[in-house]
Structures are given as structure tokens and as C-alpha cells.
């Protein structure tokens, strides 16, 4: 069992810099596969980035070159750090833990998300 607690979320103006945290406790957090999804009202949930547990990340084309992700395990936590922000980037954010299991089964964790919004 995983516990996932989001924080960072605020009110910022268009071009502007925000770095959320995803702080985790109840298991070993380097195992897993962490990410950032997020959800607009009228939206469907969007993947945002990803970093595995080996460190290797990857990044939505519609944030890339702004927004990176990364990790620290002895911290149990992952940060993502969003610049040059957008008003199409205003979202409630989701912090995500995947552990695989194999045979197509894992385990999933999810925290209670933080919001963002981009507005002058």
C-alpha cells in the first residue's frame, strides 16, 4: 500500500514557473514507476510524464521542452517542475505509483491531486 500526498498546485500567471511534489509512504518507493497525469473540467485524464524506477522518463509531447519530471527515493518523492506555463496547462494534477506485478497485472496508487491554474 502506497500513500501519495500532492502539493505545489497554484495560482500562477501565464509564463510563469511551478514545481509540484508528490510525497510517498507506506512501501518502498524506488520500485515504482511514478507519474503526473492531470484533468480539466470536460476533459479526459491526460499523461503528462513518467519516470520508471530505473530513472528513465519520458514526457507528453504537449508539455515537452517545458515540463520535466524527476525523483528523489531517498526523499520518497517526485517532483514535476512545469515552466513557461500556459493557461491550457490549468488542471487538477495527479501524482500515479505503478508497481508491475507481471502477467498484465500491477499495482496502482493514486493521490487526491492538486490544482493549477494558469491566469492573469
Known amino acids: 500500500q502506497v500513500q501519495l500526498v500532492e502539493s505545489g498546485g497554484d495560482l500562477v500567471q501565464p509564463g510563469g514557473s511551478l514545481r509540484l511534489s508528490c510525497a510517498a509512504s507506506?512501501?518502498?518507493?524506488?520500485?515504482?514507476?511514478m507519474r503526473w497525469y492531470r484533468q480539466s473540467p470536460g476533459k479526459q485524464r491526460e499523461l503528462v510524464a513518467t519516470?520508471?524506477?530505473?530513472?528513465?522518463?519520458n514526457i507528453a509531447d504537449s508539455v515537452k521542452g517545458r515540463f520535466t519530471i524527476s525523483r528523489d527515493n531517498a526523499k520518497n518523492t517526485v517532483y514535476l517542475q512545469m515552466n513557461s506555463l500556459k493557461p491550457e496547462d490549468t488542471a487538477v494534477y495527479y501524482c500515479?505509483?505503478?508497481?508491475?506485478?507481471?502477467?498484465?497485472?500491477?499495482?496502482?496508487?493514486w493521490g487526491q491531486g492538486t490544482q493549477v491554474t494558469v491566469s492573469s
Open positions: 519516470i520508471t524506477n530505473s530513472g528513465s522518463t
Open positions: 507506506g512501501s518502498i518507493f524506488s520500485i515504482y514507476d
Open positions: 500515479n505509483a505503478e508497481y508491475k506485478l507481471g502477467n498484465g497485472r500491477s499495482l496502482d496508487y
